[in-house]
């Protein structure tokens, strides 16, 4: 127990050291397939991405500590655990994010799936990093909006967003990650991104992010997620490298 209560925050460090790091989120269900996964993991390490970020809405637990090994025996990037439920976690990863629906007032994602898993989540040897996750009105109805049956905040709604955030900071969390839901028409607003910033707590923004201008604009966040668009286009990385370069 001690050891885990000393543990090193190396990943939340990372998160914290720089603004405008790039995620690209990996869900197992779309890269089953070995020789896929591994075309995509080359090109995500040439384009010198910061984090992998795994998960999905309906994948088994089986192919979720399938991916994450053979993501871990062939890249170097640090991999995130980001659960679509209670089952997706692996001792392979290098940190999970350990979310609250704190937008929502589904009680099974406050509490109880994390209730599901805290035995083994408890004693893993990975570092945990406790979430405020908000999802955000992104202008389609996202998959995570209808799983855990929750109302997103809407975008214009700054005010209740910021409370949230600061009722979650209050609760012991470490991170905000606010999500406008995969293949959202509209990412987070900017302005938002930059309101939180006064809360000095890292932010991860999510959700529709499709364009090197967007990833621009949202580089106050420290870390901006892209899934969809590399899962489309996955040139789109190309684009990501020369951000990064440009970044760094
Ligand atoms: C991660 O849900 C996002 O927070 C991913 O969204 O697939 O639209 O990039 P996209």
Redesign the pocket.
Known sequence: MMKKLLKNNTILDQFSSQKGQIAV?I?PDKFSNALELKKLLKKVHFAKVDYL?VGGSTVSRNTFMDVIKLIKENCSIPVVI?PGASHQISEDADALLYLSLLSGRNSDYLIGQHVLSAHEVYDMNVEIIPTAYLLIEGGTK?S?AYVSQTTPIPSDKETIIVNTAKAGILQGKKLL?L??????KN?VPKEIVNKLLELDTPI???????TKESIEELSQANVV???????EEIDFLLDIYQYIKARN
């Not at 999500?179 to 959202?184: E, L, R, T, Y």
């Not at 991860?204 to 499709?210: D, S």
């Not at 997620?225 to 899962?231: A, D």
């Open positions: 989120l869900d970020f980001f996202s995570v990650y999500d406008a839901g995969s293949g959202a990412h991860i923004i999510g959700g529709g992010i499709r997620v892209i899934g969809n668009k590399i899962e």
